[in-house]
């Protein structure tokens, strides 16, 4: 089991960028890959971007894409993601998670085991 833990959440304006992070402990050796999804109130969780551990690639939702940037710290065992652009819809509760088998660029929630807590990221317009 993997333990994550996210912060960098806030209040920002609309334009202004944020990062996000996510430390990763526990049994790191089992994960394959990392996830970060989003939930706004009333809406259903949904697929941010994501990131195979060993080689690096990344995948982002339409939304996000060209705006945020997910990244890995494998020294320090943190996954982060960069969101410029801010938008008020992209306002919403972020989540970390983390998967033993990445598949597909890992867009699906049921594929990931582990979830941290989640960060507030409120986007005002």
């Known amino acids: 089991q993997v333990q994550l833990v996210e912060s960098g959440g806030g209040l920002v304006q609309t334009g202004d960028s944020l990062r996000l992070s996510c430390a990763i402990s526990?049994?790191?050796?089992?994960?394959?890959?990392m996830g970060w999804f989003r939930q706004a109130p009333g809406r259903e969780r949904e697929f941010v971007a994501s990131?195979?551990?060993?080689?690096?690639?990344?995948y982002y939702a339409d939304s996000v894409k060209g705006r945020f940037t997910i990244s890995r710290d494998i020294l320090n065992n943190m996954v982060n993601l960069e969101m410029n652009s801010l938008k008020p819809e992209d306002t919403a509760v972020y989540y970390c998670?983390?998967?033993?088998?990445?598949?597909?660029?890992?867009?699906?929630?049921?594929?990931?085991?582990?979830w941290g807590q989640g960060t507030q990221v409120t986007v005002s317009s």
């Open positions: 990131i195979n551990w060993s080689g690096g690639f990344t």
């Open positions: 998670a983390a998967t033993s088998v990445f598949r597909s660029a890992a867009r699906v929630m049921s594929e990931y085991e582990d």
């Open positions: 526990g049994r790191i050796s089992g994960f394959s890959g």
